[in-house]
């Protein structure tokens, strides 16, 4: 077992046996934030904020504290950075704050953790009005729960091709691949010409995020309405089947996917699914070593792109209903245009207001690879949604089911093997 496997299952441990020991100590259910109050019935003197992120936060954390603390002498605003940079980890660490008497008022989510917070710790839901004018507002559907917005998105993205074109054509393929069928038939007449596998879709970290993307391009439901796996069926299978095709071809290696970015980023791979927000460190690391670019995601045959937004975004968790209000409004502030246009071009995101899209949109750099996520106009579907505590056990489900998948086994088994595991664990 991978080093990192073996993290993201120590996560799921301590993040579920936290869970169920705050449970069982406020006699079950979830537990709630206080109601927010109006900014302008609270006075700023003497309160604190603390906000809890990963190191994607840190421009946007770090360029809104001056501001907020400028509008509201008195006012402190305490940075929490984590070093994690997988969601899952972020959970795991902002549980244990918790349990530990450091409840953050202002945490950074994973766009697939959402369900999770809301199920077991009630986060304050964000009133759209308190957004700027200017916020892209179809992207609260991704931060939505019954209808309700408990999360504001800010760093967006969906699953995407990178492409090595000087491999790609080399081998004589001149059209870059919209559909499975069309990878698979365009990474056959690349192997043919190298020898060496051509793919790598996401076998860890990530794994989830492609097998929804594909279930839900393929016309599915990744999570039913009663909380069970929507891929269990004839058209489910047909649609992960990419993953046992690629492995039977031997177009796919068992790596992980922090070497599929090196293979990628060093000429070695034609073929990597992946984010765009990668976009900016391979634009740095691999300079004019070699012509590539960043595409739309290969959907199954006769199928329509219904990606799930991945990336990340902010929740109020605070117990104190002024520091409730302040808090939302301090995220109004990271959200703010001219934070998101810093940010975006750190890491390279969908832009999730319209003033930033535009400023984005008119930079030099929009045309590169690294603009894909600015250039991009479709609608993210919300990720997951597994209900309680189970994300991230389901989440170390699916990856078992891809990693079996491109070792060839059976995709028909596999898949009812694991969504008899996800039933078992969602119950």
Do not use: H
């Not at 109020?316 to 808090?327: E, F, G, K």
């Not at 930033?356 to 690879?369: G, I, K, Q, T």
């Amino acid at each position: 077992m991978s080093f990192t496997r073996r993290r993201r299952r120590a996560a799921v441990s301590v993040i579920a046996a936290l869970t169920l020991g705050l449970v069982a100590a406020c006699g079950g259910g979830s537990s709630e934030t206080a109601t927010a109050a109006s900014t302008a019935d609270c006075s700023p003197d003497g309160v604190r904020l603390t906000v809890t992120y990963a190191p994607y936060g840190e421009v946007a954390a770090g360029l809104a504290k001056p501001i907020f603390e400028s509008r509201y002498p008195g006012l402190t605003v305490d940075l929490r950075p984590t070093s994690t940079v997988g969601y899952d980890d972020l959970t795991q660490q902002i549980v244990t704050d918790i349990a530990g008497g450091a409840r953050p008022d202002v945490a950074m989510i994973g766009t697939g953790q959402l369900q999770f917070w809301v199920d077991r710790y009630g986060p304050q839901p964000i009133d759209p009005a308190a957004l700027k004018p200017t916020y892209d507002q179809r992207f609260l559907e991704v931060g939505s729960v019954r209808d309700e917005v408990y999360f504001a998105p800010f760093q967006v993205s969906v699953p995407v091709l990178y492409t090595n074109l000087d491999l790609t054509t080399g081998a004589g393929v001149t059209e870059l691949p919209t559909t499975t069928g069309e990878l698979v038939e365009s990474a056959r007449r690349v192997k043919g010409g190298s020898g060496s596998a051509p793919v790598q879709i996401p076998r860890d970290q990530i794994a989830d995020w492609p097998v929804q993307a594909f279930v839900q391009s393929a016309g599915l439901a990744y999570v039913e309405a009663d909380g069970g796996p929507g891929f269990d069926s004839p058209e489910g299978v047909r649609a992960l089947g990419i993953y046992e095709q690629l492995a039977a071809d031997g177009l796919i290696d068992p790596i992980s996917f922090a070497d599929a970015i090196t293979a990628f980023n060093t000429g070695r791979l034609a073929y990597f699914i992946s984010t765009p927000a990668l976009a900016a460190q391979a634009q740095e690391t691999i300079g004019g070593a070699f012509e590539w670019t960043v595409s739309d995601f290969p959907v199954p045959d006769g199928g329509d792109p219904r990606l799930p937004a991945g990336g990340n975004g902010w929740i109020v968790l605070s117990d104190d209903a002024c520091r409730a209000a302040y808090s939302a409004e301090l995220i109004g502030e990271m959200l703010s245009p001219e934070i998101i246009v810093e940010s975006s071009k750190k890491f390279s995101y969908i832009p999730v207001d319209r003033e930033a899209a535009e400023a984005l949109a008119a930079d030099p750099a929009v045309s590169s690879p690294m603009g894909y996520a600015w250039r991009y106009e479709g609608t993210p579907t919300r990720f997951g949604g597994w209900p309680g505590d189970s994300t991230p056990r389901v989440n170390v489900f699916v990856e078992d089911m891809v990693q079996r998948l491109t070792r060839g086994e059976p995709t028909q088994q596999v898949v009812a093997d694991m969504s008899a595991r996800i039933r078992s664990a969602v119950r």
